[in-house]
């Protein structure tokens, strides 16, 4: 920004004052409504307003005004969108002077009880090559239309808007990940401590059992193991919570993903098949609820049914979606688990809430055949 062509002296000072303010505790809106003034304040302005575009950059998601009291604003109602002439400076950023905004051939016109407005200047709020948003003045008192020193130093201001909301920006986005890393960490512990040892006493428990010739005595550590079971089984749904809403890349990076990171509780890795339109057909909500699927099926393959291989083909024909997840285990009758236990009835209502339904059968082999079907949306 040329601040060099700002002449005088005390319009320079402001602007500049107005640039420091980004560093204070100020929150955003209240530092945009600062600077919107110090422009109209600068400029003769009757009227200004500042808009933040929304993420995609094609409509205003907020809209600030000075100059209209607040019953004024509520009589007008709802704030613009940025249509008109306001959508001029949305689809060209480029700073518009008007004489009269109501002869312009892109207006829209007012909505009802708006203050008439005649002369207009727009400069588009940016920091370099991205832009935030437009400042907007009307009716310079005692003029018919602002002039081109105006827009110089509303062009400074501009950039100050543009820095505060980039500003702004920057710290939610740090924020965000610092909540991100910290949902990973606890995650990462959930999974390194509490199962990796809940699960080494439910393996140690197993084999007492099998030993024990006591009756009692074994029913009831079966009876421990099932609620060992059923503990990591809650927690393994904790992490999925936790992790899921960082998600990245299709359903078919998050189903490798997770299939690796099972591979070490399996002891091999999982033969994966895709078929069909798997990432474009498959929606975000379908998608949570088959990597809960995936994760409760490849658990209880590693818990109970000791097998050495695995298969995973996931497809999609037109709304259809099919998971089948195969194992050469001890097949349905090495556990009761695997015919009715808590992780199988946890897949058949995430199937039946997919308007779906989950067939088990035995493999001609050996082992466990799980056979989703459910809409891919």
């Given amino acids: 920004m040329p601040l060099h062509a700002i002449e005088d002296p005390s319009k320079l000072r402001r602007i500049i004052d107005a640039m420091l303010l980004i560093g204070t505790d100020l929150d955003l809106p209240q530092l945009l409504r600062h600077i919107v003034e110090e422009a109209r304040a600068i400029t003769g302005a009757r009227y200004g307003a500042i808009g933040v575009l929304n ?7 907020e809209f600030i005004t000075v100059g209209l009291d607040p019953e004024e604003e509520a009589e007008i109602g ?18 518009l002077r008007i004489s ?15 203050p008439p407005m005649t002369c207009f200047l727009g400069v588009p709020v940016r920091v370099k090559d991205e832009v935030y948003g ?51 960490r606890v995650a990462l512990d959930l999974h390194d401590r509490a199962i990796q040892r809940i699960f080494g006493a439910g393996l140690t428990l197993q084999s007492l059992a099998s030993a024990v010739r006591d009756e ?7 009876g421990v193991i099932s609620e060992l079971d059923d503990t990591i089984g809650e927690i393994r749904s904790s992490i999925f919570n ?66 050495t291989e ?8 037109g709304s259809q979606c099919r998971l089948q997840i195969s194992d050469n ?15 199988m009835h946890n897949m058949r209502r995430r199937a039946e809430e997919l308007h779906g339904h989950l067939e088990v059968t035995s493999n001609s082999a050996g082992g466990t055949l799980l056979d989703f079907k459910m809409l891919a949306h």
């Fill in 55 to 61: 993420s995609e950059g094609t409509a205003l998601a």
């Fill in 78 to 95: 709802k704030r613009p969108k940025g249509l008109g002439v306001l959508g001029v400076l949305i689809t060209d950023p480029q700073t």
């Fill in 100 to 114: 009269d905004v109501n002869a312009h051939p892109d207006r829209s016109g007012f909505p009802p009880n708006h």
């Fill in 134 to 184: 437009n400042l907007y003045l009307t009716d310079k008192v005692g003029w018919t239309e602002f002039t081109s020193d105006d827009a110089i130093l509303v062009d400074a201001l501009a950039l100050a808007a543009g820095m505060a909301v980039q500003n702004a920006r920057l710290v939610q986005e740090m924020k965000t990940n610092a909540v991100l890393h910290e949902r990973d």
């Fill in 216 to 222: 009692g005595l074994s029913e009831r550590l079966r």
């Fill in 242 to 307: 936790l992790t899921m809403a960082d998600r990245s890349g299709g359903v078919r990076s998050q189903v490798t993903g997770l299939l690796r990171e099972l591979g070490e509780l399996l002891g091999f890795d999982v033969r994966v098949i895709f078929e069909g339109p798997v990432d474009t057909a498959v929606s975000d909500g379908v998608a949570d609820q088959l990597l809960a699927i995936v994760r409760e099926a490849v658990t209880n393959i590693a818990r109970h049914a000791r097998a």
């Fill in 310 to 317: 695995a298969t995973l083909i996931l497809g999609v024909d």
């Fill in 329 to 343: 285990g001890r097949g349905m009758g090495g556990t009761e688990t695997l015919g009715g236990g808590r992780g």
